[in-house]
């Protein structure tokens, strides 16, 4: 006879990310492909963060970079569009479904977010891509308040 291991079924859950967003949602990084070797490309804006029925989503400020500059082009275009998150898991619920291991991950820390061609999470994607002046500050924290406008 065989022992067959699947892979577990990995779920976050709704809750796994408010710690670190209300201690440090103005400061999460957005890197390239979770490259740690570089400077960000972004980093989250304060009260830039809405959780709703279909996730959690964020607005990010892209540096005034060169890199920044190519990140907008590539989304934009529709050229890289995946979302991924860096993070350390501090709790989770293991169950066995079916025969197949389930965890959820009740608690994590959120290190970074990582503009990807190639997501875990299907679902993790980039919802818009937008140019706006960073000065305007009735407008800057706002964001993600009003993206649903934008559908």
Do not use: C
Request: overall charge negative.
């Amino acid at each position: 006879s065989f022992l067959i291991e699947y892979e577990p079924s990995i779920f976050f859950s709704s809750s796994a990310f408010d710690k670190s967003v209300t201690e440090r949602g103005d400061r999460i990084p957005l890197l390239e492909q979770h490259d740690r070797t570089r400077h960000p490309v972004g980093m989250s804006i304060k009260d830039g963060w809405v959780k709703d029925a279909s996730g959690l989503i964020a607005d990010f400020l892209l540096a005034p970079t060169a890199r920044g500059e190519e990140t907008r082009e590539l989304a934009a275009a529709g050229m890289v569009t995946g979302l991924s998150v860096g993070f350390r898991p501090i709790r989770n619920k293991t169950e066995t479904r079916e025969g197949r291991k389930h965890v959820t991950r009740v608690e994590s820390y959120l290190d970074h977010v990582a503009v990807t061609h190639q997501p875990a999470y299907g679902d993790a994607q980039v919802i818009d891509v937008r140019n706006f002046d960073p000065d305007n500050t009735d407008l800057v924290p706002k964001l993600a308040y009003w993206r649903h406008l934008l559908k």
